[in-house]
């Protein structure tokens, strides 16, 4: 081997190492770069992952944290709905009571005790009877107003006819203007009121009570001004000369329970 070929592999060996160290070096270098993007490309997804975790826990701990709150307020509005209840009761009694104390005449308290729904409208039977003092004829009343009149009296109990029932008939009057007429009991919650004259000035809310007047010998159970109804609808009636005079009674036929006995 010459000196010249020498030369040759020589030279050729340089240009490798070169191109070795030209080469190798960049990729080394994004080799090493890949592994710090992807370590913390991992890194930041464990984050991630770490906080989307701990956000998930947090909301499901504010819903709980909503739904104790919302109990609680819920047992409040009900604690709250119950003492205005209790309250309003109170207010009634006290208002039943002072009532009571207010009534002028004399009377016998009762309660009612019995209903036949074939006579549902018609009548009712109190606790009260010939024993307690409780006749025939005697009107009988609530807080609210006129709710009938004794019909049968026993040794403890009575029945009573009531306002309600179409046979029944009594002497009342339209307050503001002192016109009277005969109320006649109409089911469910209405009476009519016949012999008003046809140029009357009575109008709806007019406020209808009794006459304190007897219809007979034995008819005569209230004293006058004693609150039956009030006017709900006035019509001409095609018969008379008159008007017909719907009264929405103030006491209901459903809720009559504590009742007066006029003696």
């Given at each position: 081997?010459?000196?010249?070929?020498?030369?040759?592999?020589?030279?050729?060996?340089?240009?490798?190492?070169?191109?070795?160290?030209?080469?190798?070096?960049?990729?080394?270098?994004?080799?090493?770069?890949?592994?710090?993007?992807?370590?913390?490309?991992?890194?930041?997804?464990?984050?991630?992952?770490?906080?989307?975790?701990?956000?998930?826990?947090d909301?499901?701990?504010?819903?709980?944290?909503?739904?104790?709150?919302?109990?609680?307020?819920?047992?409040?509005?009900?604690?709250?709905?119950?003492?205005?209840?209790?309250?309003?009761?109170?207010?009634?009694?006290?208002?039943?009571?002072?009532?009571?104390?207010?009534?002028?005449f004399?009377?016998?308290?009762?309660?009612?005790?019995?209903?036949?729904?074939?006579?549902?409208?018609?009548?009712?039977?109190?606790?009260?009877?010939?024993?307690?003092?409780?006749?025939?004829?005697?009107?009988?009343?609530?807080?609210?107003?006129?709710?009938?009149?004794?019909?049968?009296v026993?040794?403890?109990?009575?029945?009573?006819?009531?306002?309600?029932?179409?046979?029944?008939?009594?002497?009342?009057?339209?307050?503001?203007?002192?016109?009277?007429?005969?109320l006649?009991?109409s089911?469910?919650?209405?009476?009519?009121?016949?012999?008003?004259?046809?140029?009357?000035?009575?109008?709806?809310?007019?406020?209808i009570?009794?006459?304190?007047?007897?219809?007979?010998?034995?008819?005569?159970?209230?004293?006058?001004?004693?609150?039956?109804g009030?006017?709900?609808?006035?019509?001409k009636?095609?018969?008379?000369?008159?008007?017909?005079?719907?009264?929405?009674?103030?006491?209901?036929?459903?809720?009559?329970?504590?009742l007066y006995?006029?003696?």
């Amino acid at each position: 081997m010459n000196f010249k070929d020498l030369k040759s592999i020589f030279l050729s060996l340089l240009l490798v190492i070169f191109l070795a160290w030209f080469f190798i070096k960049p990729i080394a270098n994004l080799i090493s770069y890949s592994y710090l993007i992807t370590g913390k490309l991992i890194y930041d997804i464990g984050s991630g992952v770490n906080e989307s975790q701990g956000e998930v826990k947090d909301y499901i701990d504010s819903l709980r944290t909503i739904k104790e709150l919302n109990k609680k307020l819920d047992k409040t509005k009900l604690d709250n709905i119950k003492l205005r209840a209790g309250f309003k009761k109170l207010k009634l009694e006290s208002l039943s009571k002072r009532k009571q104390l207010e009534i002028p005449f004399p009377t016998i308290r009762s309660q009612v005790i019995g209903r036949s729904p074939e006579s549902w409208h018609k009548q009712i039977i109190i606790n009260k009877g010939k024993k307690d003092g409780v006749e025939v004829g005697s009107g009988v009343f609530s807080l609210n107003g006129i709710v009938g009149q004794v019909n049968q009296v026993f040794d403890h109990t009575s029945i009573i006819k009531l306002i309600f029932d179409k046979s029944f008939q009594m002497g009342a009057k339209i307050e503001r203007t002192e016109e009277y007429g005969v109320l006649s009991g109409s089911y469910p919650d209405y009476a009519i009121l016949d012999f008003i004259r046809i140029d009357s000035s009575v109008q709806v809310g007019d406020r209808i009570v009794s006459t304190g007047l007897c219809l007979d010998e034995t008819n005569c159970p209230f004293p006058t001004n004693f609150p039956i109804g009030k006017v709900v609808e006035i019509k001409k009636d095609p018969n008379t000369i008159g008007l017909i005079v719907k009264i929405k009674f103030f006491e209901t036929l459903n809720t009559i329970k504590d009742l007066y006995i006029l003696t």
